[in-house]
């Protein structure tokens, strides 16, 4: 087979902590599932300021554009909070997003067996929970023209503009199809038709979309904010929700607090497919550099182990593989083992970030 080609970034504070651990399960796929890896390790963030004076060179951006999947660890720290914006460790990522057009966020919510019954949720509805929400990332409200603060008469109005073209939609919502696909066959569509016109746009060309090359999977629309108490009062009747920029970032914060530790949260950003048909990809954990406990080797791994998984599902179409790796994960869990951020309890274990990567590749 042709090996898959990883461009890793570690970045700053735990993020290469935690990637340490990835390389193990990498290695251990390497070495027992006959999979072919080329990997190229560089500098983001502030660890590429402090060597090259900015945050991404020129030369990681051409690598990042070429490899099939990038998978960093974090960037940023108190170190570089004196720097100028232009050069701060997260204008590197947000370079990397931009250029590579990663229009797809994805963030699952996804709750481990072992953990559901420390959820402040009631059990049954947070126990096996595994959904995902994609939110549209490069456009929408955020992006819209005009916006600013404008002085009308004798008041100041505070302008922004939710602006969607049919193809920012048609893409995002092909991105969502497509997951669904490798998951439970089911998409929800979010926005607010009922008062937006940017929402009734949205919801007649994901219909169109779905109609003429996705048919085969189950499509439904929900107004936003019926949604949100949805993902709250029930969230396992979804399976792939679709929505666009700020709807997303919302919904998609609600649902992550449905599973608990910002150390268990992998996320995805998909760009446009390439030659290979692969979409560019960039995979990291939702969490920071947290420099309050970095360099102390307690940092939880598994945000980013997750991100590795999400990668062969859905870079890949390792799904066997991805969901061994998901398994040992909830098996490690399952025997007790916790690092810090994860609390304790009765017949836990509290272990540090090399423990916890070792016995995931154990698992
Ligand atoms: P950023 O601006 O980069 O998002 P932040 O300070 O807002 O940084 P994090 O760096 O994610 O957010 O840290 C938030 C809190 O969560 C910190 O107390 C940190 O120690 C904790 N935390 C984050 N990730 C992990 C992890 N993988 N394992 C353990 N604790 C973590
Ligand atoms: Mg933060």
New binding site residues.
């Given amino acids: 087979m042709t090996p898959i080609k990883l461009l890793i970034l570690p970045g700053d504070?735990?993020g290469p902590e935690?990637m340490l651990e990835v390389r193990k399960v990498i290695d251990w796929f390497a070495s027992n599932r006959g999979l072919a890896f080329e990997i190229d390790e560089d500098l983001v963030g502030g660890a590429s300021y402090d060597v090259h004076g900015t945050p991404l060179t020129d030369a990681v951006m051409d690598k990042a554009q070429s490899v099939d999947a990038v998978l960093l660890g974090?960037?940023?720290g108190p170190k570089y909070d004196v720097l100028d914006f232009s050069v701060k460790p997260?204008r590197g990522l947000l370079r990397l997003r931009k250029e590579m057009d990663l229009y797809a966020n994805l963030r699952p919510a996804q709750c481990f067996d072992a953990l559901a019954e420390f959820s402040s949720l009631k059990r049954d509805v947070v126990a096996g929970l595994d959904i995902m929400i994609i939110r549209e990332l490069t456009s929408g409200i955020y992006f819209g023209e005009p916006r600013g603060i404008v002085t009308e008469g004798n008041e100041r109005v505070g302008i922004n503009t939710q602006r969607y073209t049919e193809a920012e939609i048609a893409r995002v919502a092909r991105s969502a199809f497509e997951l669904a696909r490798k998951r439970g066959n089911k998409v929800c569509s979010m926005e607010k038709a009922n008062v937006m016109e940017s929402g009734v746009l949205w919801r007649q060309v994901v219909q169109e979309v779905h109609d003429t090359e996705y048919a085969d999977v189950e499509l439904s629309h929900m107004y936003a904010d019926a949604g949100a108490m949805q993902l709250v009062r029930w969230p396992k009747q979804f399976d792939v929700i679709v929505t666009d920029n700020l709807f997303g970032d919302l919904l998609s914060d609600a649902a992550a607090m449905l599973t608990g530790?910002?150390?268990m949260l992998p996320s995805a950003s998909l760009g446009a497919p390439m030659e290979n048909g692969r979409p560019k990809a960039l995979y990291e954990?939702?969490?920071?550099?947290?420099?309050?406990?970095a360099g102390q080797g307690?940092?939880?791994?598994?945000?980013?182990v997750l991100s590795f998984a999400m990668a062969l599902r859905y870079s890949f179409d390792l799904g066997d593989e991805a969901d061994l790796l998901e398994a040992s994960v909830n098996d490690v869990l399952a025997k007790g083992l916790r690092?810090?951020?994860l609390g304790a309890g009765e017949g836990t274990r509290t272990v540090g970030t090399a423990e916890m990567g070792d016995a995931i590749v154990e698992a």
């Fill in positions: 504070g735990i935690v974090a960037v940023g997260e530790s910002l150390g954990p939702v969490h920071g550099s947290a420099p309050d406990i307690k940092a939880n791994p598994i945000a980013c690092t810090p951020d």
